[in-house]
């Protein structure tokens, strides 16, 4: 057994993943504000690498990382790598800083994305204990054990129009294109599924959450808000 998260943080972690469009990067703006109006100190941070006070390495690692003009799909999955072990550096270095770190992002997008980036069939090489790649990514890095996995599932067609890219409504049809788009999701929705069991057979110190993210904000908020108070629970608000 491989160990996926070899290091703990001071201060509370919480990983919020799931599709393109899911509604993560929202529902965590919706969780800083939470905890903030309880009086705890947020920091909030994207993988791979990229948040107003990173050094500008990190940054530069992540825009790398995200191109797509690569010509090698090795390229990118390295430069995510090395973009990773950047930001795992920053947070032991700002972690005392903050009662809770909340991360759009992290080890479980690199595991869905990169396996799609890789392979025709979604879930299947990078998710068993016998994937090189796998090995790679487990002893490159020293990743922090999250104390909370939030994966937001929301439906591919759903996720698509959140996006802005779709011109239609759903009601409306989609064409060739949008349904190519909505495939990806729907296959990166699978792999995600597969990631999540994963996560909970591993990582039995943390607590991986399926959030169900096709409904309004304010309910999909309500879905997790009680993993949200278990957390925090007894946790001072007057740490200096």
Request: overall charge negative.
């Amino acid at each position: 057994m491989f160990d996926l998260f070899s290091a703990k943080l001071p201060c509370k972690l919480i990983v919020f993943e799931g599709i393109n469009g899911c509604g993560k990067t929202t529902q965590l703006q919706l969780a800083r504000k939470y905890f903030e109006d309880k009086g705890l100190r947020v920091g909030c941070f994207y993988d791979p690498g990229i948040c107003d006070s990173c050094d500008k390495s990190v940054k530069d690692l992540r825009q790398l990382a995200c191109r797509r003009e690569w010509s090698s799909i090795y390229t990118r999955f390295l430069m995510f790598i090395a973009a990773r072990e950047e930001l795992n550096c920053y947070l032991d270095e700002v972690a005392d800083d903050y009662d809770i770190i909340l991360l759009d992002r992290y080890v479980p997008s690199t595991l869905a994305y990169q396996t799609l980036d890789f392979f025709d069939n979604p879930g299947n090489a990078l998710l068993t204990d016998n994937s090189e790649l796998f090995k790679f990514l487990i002893s490159s890095t020293g990743n922090f054990q999250p104390d909370l996995f939030l994966f937001f599932d929301a439906a591919p067609d759903v996720a698509y129009s959140r996006t802005g890219k779709s011109t239609r409504s759903i009601e409306e049809g989609i064409d060739i294109f949008e349904q190519k788009a909505i495939k990806f999701l729907a296959d990166l929705r699978e792999v995600y599924s597969l990631v999540m069991g994963r996560l909970l057979k591993i990582t039995p110190d943390s607590d991986v959450v399926l959030v169900p993210a096709s409904t309004s904000i304010e309910t999909t908020f309500s879905h997790y808000k009680e993993d949200l108070d278990k957390l925090i629970n007894g946790l001072s608000t007057t740490k200096n």
